[in-house]
């Protein structure tokens, strides 16, 4: 019994990591680019299926990219059509963008028509793009050996997502004792440049009192 609650309390604790989305997505002769971003870790499975639409005279083209500094682009790929299945493992932390282009093409004779075409994207990241019954079969394995399974691919998602929490809050940790340490600095530097700023005006105007002899 005891088990049975720690693994439905992991499945609650664990964050959503499935999106679905359906767009129309307009032809243009130089049409932009329309990203879906997700926010994933490194060297994570992400599984792109994207079902386009019909549509005379469009092109689709996708790219997958993500927005580490490098600026990494993992899949490109020209005039996909019906359903597309696209797989890549991530390099950086951040985000991964799924990105769409529709091209009208050149004999079309004005954009005023407004052709588009229907996208169904689902982004599967980590445990959920695991084909788990792929790997039932080919290692022969039970119901019960399956849901394990499931439940260990959970696990380590939950293991790793408490390893970044802990390395980011390490990084602000550092952060702040840093910045701490320079606002200390800076008010100890403030208050001895006020202390000798007023130091000087003091003997300044003592020696230009001493000169009008208004002082002994």
């Known amino acids: 019994m005891l088990t049975w ?3 439905a309390s992991i499945l609650l604790l664990l964050p959503l990591e ?3 989305i359906k767009f129309s997505l307009q032809a ?23 079902n386009v639409g ?13 927005s580490s500094p490098q600026k990494n682009v993992y899949l490109s790929k020209r005039n996909i059509n019906a359903e597309t299945r696209l797989a890549v493992t ?3 932390e951040g985000e991964v963008g799924v990105c769409f282009k529709n091209y009208l093409d050149a004999d079309v004779r004005s954009e ?36 394990m399974r499931k439940l260990e691919g959970l696990v380590k998602e939950i293991v790793d997502e408490m390893g970044y929490l802990k390395k980011r809050e390490e990084r602000f940790t550092d952060t702040n ?11 100890w530097f403030t208050i001895l440049s006020l202390a000798g700023l007023g130091t000087w ?16």
């Open 54 to 66: 019909p549509g005379a005279k469009q092109r689709v083209d996708i790219e997958i990219v993500d």
């Open 112 to 147: 005023s028509s407004k052709q588009s075409r229907i996208i169904d994207l689902d982004v599967d990241i980590g445990a959920d793009a695991v084909d788990y019954n792929a790997i039932a079969n080919q290692e022969s394995l039970s119901g019960l050996e399956t849901e």
């Open 177 to 187: 004792t840093s910045t701490n340490n320079r606002v200390t600095n800076f008010a």
């Open 5 to 7: 609650l720690w693994a």
């Open 18 to 20: 499935t999106s679905a």
């Open 28 to 50: 243009f002769r130089y049409p932009p680019q329309k990203c879906i971003w997700n926010p994933v870790h490194a060297d994570t499975l992400v599984i792109v299926t994207a």
């Open 201 to 216: 005006q003091i003997l300044h105007l003592r020696a230009f009192f001493k000169r009008k002899y208004l002082i002994d």
């Open 90 to 92: 991530t390099h950086a």
